[in-house]
C-alpha cells in the first residue's frame, strides 16, 4: 500500500524511496539497501539509503564509475555478487564494501520496458546468494517503484507543459492587446504596430510578453515610432493575408508573429 502513494497530491519522492529500502531489508532479510536514480541529465544520483554506510558506499561506486550498481544500470540486467570480496570485479568497490562489513551485493534495475531510471541494490553482512523467491520480491518492489516513479514525472512534465502553455496563451493576449493599443495611438495597422513592437523589445533587449504588458497598463511607451521605409519591410500585403485576417479573431494574421 505504501508503494502506491506517488499518486497523491503531497507525493514526496525522497520518503517514497526511503519507505522502499527499509521494507526490502524487512521482507528479504538482507542487511541494507540502497537505491541510485537518475536525475533530468540521465545521471546517476544516490536518492535513499537504509543506513549511512550503505549510503556512502553508493556514494563511492558513482564517484569511482565502477560497481554491480553502475552495470546494472547501464546493462538493464541484475547483478548479483555473492561473494563479493572473491569475485575478481571493481577492486575499489569491493575494498570500500569490505570496509564497511558487506560481503554480498545484488543490483536489481528498475526499468519499465527498455526505459531504466535507476538500480536497487540489497546489500548483506554474509557472502551467500539471494534465493530465488526473495530475488523475485525485490525485483517486483523494484518494478512497483518504478512504475509509479514513472507517473509521478510524467504528471510532473504534463504540469509544466501545461504551465508553459498557459504562460504562452497569456503573453499572447498580451500582445495581441498591445498591438491594438499601439496600432490606435500611432495610426497604423496592426502589423506595423507588431513590428515596431518587436524592435523595441529587441532593442531594449526586453521579453515581448513584458513590454506588452508595459504598454497596455500605460507604464512605458515605445522609445520610437513608426516610419514610412522600414529597411526590409514591405508595407503592401498580398491579397490572401487580408482575406485570412477578416476569417480570423482579433489580432488575425499577425497573432501569429
Not at 71 to 91: E, I
Not at 117 to 130: E, H, K, M, N, Q
Request: net charge negative.
Amino acid at each position: 500500500m505504501e508503494l502506491a502513494d506517488t499518486l497523491v497530491d503531497d507525493f514526496d519522492v525522497i520518503e517514497f524511496l526511503h519507505v522502499l529500502t527499509e521494507r526490502c531489508v524487512e521482507l528479504l532479510g538482507v542487511s541494507a539497501a540502497g537505491l541510485l536514480l537518475t536525475d533530468q541529465r540521465n545521471t546517476l544520483q544516490v536518492l535513499a539509503a537504509s543506513s549511512e554506510r550503505t549510503r556512502l558506499l553508493e556514494l563511492f561506486q558513482l564517484q569511482t564509475d565502477q560497481g554491480p550498481c553502475v552495470d546494472c544500470f547501464r546493462s538493464g540486467q541484475p547483478v548479483p555478487v555473492a561473494d563479493l570480496p572473491n569475485a575478481g570485479r571493481w577492486p575499489r568497490f569491493a575494498a570500500a564494501a569490505a570496509e564497511v562489513g558487506f560481503a554480498a551485493v545484488h543490483a536489481l534495475p528498475m526499468r519499465l520496458r527498455s526505459e531504466v531510471i535507476g538500480t536497487l541494490s540489497l546489500f548483506d553482512v554474509r557472502p551467500g546468494a539471494l534465493d530465488e523467491g526473495k530475488l523475485r520480491i525485490g525485483q517486483a518492489l523494484a518494478d512497483v517503484a518504478t512504475i509509479g516513479l514513472l507517473q509521478q514525472r510524467a504528471i510532473q512534465r504534463r504540469d509544466i507543459l501545461t504551465e508553459q502553455l498557459q504562460a504562452a496563451l497569456h503573453s499572447r493576449v498580451l500582445i495581441e492587446q498591445a498591438k491594438g493599443v499601439l496600432a490606435e495611438r500611432l495610426q497604423v495597422d496592426v502589423g506595423e504596430a507588431f513590428a515596431l513592437l518587436r524592435d523595441d523589445a529587441r532593442s531594449r533587449n526586453r521579453r515581448l510578453s513584458e513590454l506588452s504588458q508595459a504598454i497596455v497598463d500605460g507604464s512605458e511607451q515605445l522609445s520610437s515610432g513608426p516610419t514610412t521605409n522600414r529597411p526590409g519591410r514591405q508595407r503592401s500585403r498580398p491579397r490572401w493575408d487580408s482575406q485570412l485576417e477578416e476569417a480570423l479573431p482579433v489580432g488575425g494574421a499577425d497573432s501569429a508573429g
